[in-house]
């Protein structure tokens, strides 16, 4: 009976010492998102501060994709044209956070090349570390792929095949992936015409286009002291707003060649 007895209080013993060791263990690992806050992704919406941190941190909220059967479908005929001669695989699709104009964080999605891809994403993530707003940040597809009708809604975009003005065979940065328009209604591209007038797109940017120097009115302003300008440029990047026969003050295009 002693024998018994001193069987079960030793198994007893063993299997409480058992459990104590193994909640030890499980409050010492690290806490890890259960699930990827990126795997549902609807560009455009806000996110829950505390949200990003239970996933783990804004470092879990940035990502680079291949381009899916699903995204293509978005793209075809709008920003992807038939003529096209690209592949898929040269081109990444990003989701990022950024700050919308009231400062929440909100998801953003753009296409790249696959080859600035990494780069990129780096740069929207210490963009929204440091606070910097972009008002919205979808594809271009959702607005037919229309240039006018995006930068009107100052929407950030990169990705929208084209071929260079006049040419038949030389595709444009953007149409590469390796242009990126940011905040473009309050950026506006403006070039003096022939006969004097200018040329601002979007139409709707004209307040915007002139004395830029000197105006502290400008809201998403990019100019020398803005940290866009900054992270572009010393990533390799060039600014239009340098530019000097014309100006396009939302654009940063790379040269890989």
């Given amino acids: 009976m002693k024998k018994i007895l001193f069987t079960l209080f030793f198994t007893f013993c063993a299997g409480l010492l058992l459990l ?30 505390a949200k990003i941190e239970q996933a783990g ?5 940035f990502k680079s994709e291949e381009i899916s059967n699903e995204l293509f479908s978005r793209m075809w005929l709008k920003s992807w044209k038939k003529d096209c001669p690209l592949d ?7 989701k990022v956070l950024h700050r919308n104009a009231d400062g929440q964080p909100q998801r953003g999605e753009m296409v790249v090349n696959a080859a600035i891809a990494d780069k990129v994403t780096g740069i929207f993530r210490q963009l929204y570390e440091a606070g910097y707003r972009i008002e919205r940040m979808v594809l271009i597809d959702n607005y037919d792929a229309d240039d006018e009708t995006a930068m009107r809604a100052n929407n950030s975009s ?32 403006v070039k003096q015409k022939d006969d004097g007038t200018w040329h601002i797109e979007p139409a709707t940017g004209e307040p915007y ?12 302003k990019i100019d020398h002291n803005d940290l866009a300008y900054r992270l572009f440029t010393e990533a390799g990047f060039e600014w239009g707003g340098d530019w000097t026969s014309l100006k396009d003050y939302q654009h940063f295009e790379i040269n890989l060649e």
């Fill in 57 to 61: 941190g804004p470092a879990n909220w």
């Fill in 209 to 220: 286009a002139f004395d830029r120097e000197t105006r502290t009115d400008i809201p998403y």
């Fill in 158 to 189: 990169s990705f929208n095949f084209r071929f260079m003005t006049g040419s038949t065979t030389k595709i444009s940065k953007h149409g590469l992936g390796l242009a990126i328009d940011i905040n473009p209604l309050y950026n506006p591209y």
């Fill in 20 to 49: 104590t060791g193994l909640c030890t263990c499980s409050d010492d690992e690290p806490s890890l998102p259960e699930t990827d806050p990126t795997s549902e992704w609807t560009a455009e919406t806000v996110v829950d501060e």
């Fill in 88 to 94: 898929r695989s040269e081109l990444r699709y990003l």
